[in-house]
C-alpha cells in the first residue's frame, strides 16, 4: 500500500485523460478558493464537490489510507495547538462571546472558537483531496511536456517530471529496506520501546540516504552520456494536445473559484462566514 502512495495508475476517467497543465490549473484554482473563504457552508460544499471528484477518478481507498491517516493527525495536533496558543481567537474574528464550556483556568470553549476550528479543518480535508487526483491522475512526463509547451524551460519540466516520479520510488526502497532490517531481526512494531524505535528507524533511512544518493548518479551521468540539456528545444515523447474536456474542466474551476468570490464579497461581505449577528 506505501508503495502506491504517490503513484500515477492509469484508469481511462475524465479525469485522467485531462491534461497535467490543465489539471494543475484547476487545482491551483480550486485550492485557492477553498483556502480563501472561511464561510463553513462554502466549505463543506467545495469538500463534497472534491469527494465527488475523486470518486470519479476511480482512487481506490487503499492507495490513500496512509495518506489521509497522516491528514487526519496532523488536523488533530493543529486544532489542538490552535486552541492551546490562540483560544479567543475565534472571539477576535466574529467579535461576539458565547461560552459553550468552561475548562480550566482560562481555558473555555466558545462557539466562535469551535466554528472557527471546525472550519479550519473543514478546509484541509477539502484541500487533502484535489492533491491526490492530480498526484495519482497525472502521468509525469505529460504534465512535463505540457509544462514545457507554455514556455516553462525543459530542463525544469524535466526536473518536475523525475521528482513525481521518484515519490513512488523512494517509498518502495523504503519498504523493501525496512523488510529487510525486519528479516534481521530490527524490532519496528509498536511492541519495541519508542526509544527502541526511533534508534532502529536510522538503521532505514542512513541506507535509503546512500541509494537514494546512488541513484542520483546514475541518472545524472545516463543523461550527460545522452548529452541532456546541450540542444535549447527538445521533443518529448508523451504530449498531448488540449481536447474539450481540458476547457470544460477549467470552465468549471473557474466558475466555482467566482462563485467562491461571489459570496465572500456579496453575501458574507468578507472572508468569513458570521452567523452570531
Known amino acids: ?59 481506490k481507498f487503499s492507495q490513500i489510507k496512509v495518506m489521509l491517516i497522516y491528514v487526519l493527525i496532523f488536523i488533530l495536533i493543529n486544532a489542538i495547538f490552535t486552541f492551546f496558543f490562540a483560544p479567543e481567537h475565534g472571539v477576535t474574528l466574529y467579535g461576539t462571546r458565547h461560552p459553550l464550556l468552561k475548562l480550566w483556568g482560562k481555558f473555555s470553549l466558545t462557539q466562535e472558537q469551535l466554528l472557527y476550528q471546525v472550519t479550519l479543518a473543514f478546509k484541509y480535508l477539502s484541500v487533502v483531496p484535489l492533491g491526490i487526483i492530480f498526484l495519482l491522475t497525472t502521468n509525469p512526463s505529460e504534465f512535463a511536456s505540457s509544462v514545457s509547451a507554455v514556455g516553462v524551460p525543459y530542463k525544469a519540466s524535466f526536473a518536475i517530471s523525475l521528482t513525481l516520479r521518484y515519490f513512488p520510488d523512494i517509498l518502495r526502497v523504503y519498504n523493501d529496506i525496512s523488510q529487510a532490517q525486519q528479516a534481521r531481526g ?92
Open 1 to 59: 500500500m506505501k508503495t502506491k502512495l504517490f503513484s500515477y495508475n492509469y484508469e481511462n476517467t475524465v479525469i485522467h485523460n485531462l491534461s497535467g497543465l490543465i489539471k494543475f490549473i484547476c487545482f491551483l484554482l480550486l485550492t485557492f478558493a477553498t483556502m480563501y473563504t472561511y464561510d463553513i457552508r462554502v466549505t463543506l460544499g467545495m469538500l463534497v464537490f472534491s469527494v465527488i471528484i475523486l470518486r470519479i477518478s476511480r482512487i
Open 186 to 277: 530490527l524490532e519496528m512494531s509498536i511492541k519495541a520501546k519508542m526509544k527502541e524505535r526511533v534508534k532502529n528507524s536510522l538503521m532505514i533511512i542512513i541506507p535509503l540516504i546512500f541509494s537514494t544518493l546512488e541513484r542520483i548518479e546514475v541518472v545524472t551521468n545516463a543523461m550527460d552520456l545522452r548529452g541532456f540539456g546541450k540542444e535549447k528545444r527538445r521533443t518529448w515523447y508523451c504530449k498531448q494536445k488540449p481536447r474539450p474536456a481540458d476547457f470544460y474542466a477549467l470552465g468549471v474551476s473557474l466558475v466555482v473559484t467566482l462563485a467562491v468570490a461571489a459570496v465572500a464579497a456579496f453575501l458574507n461581505h468578507g472572508r468569513y462566514f458570521n452567523p452570531f449577528i
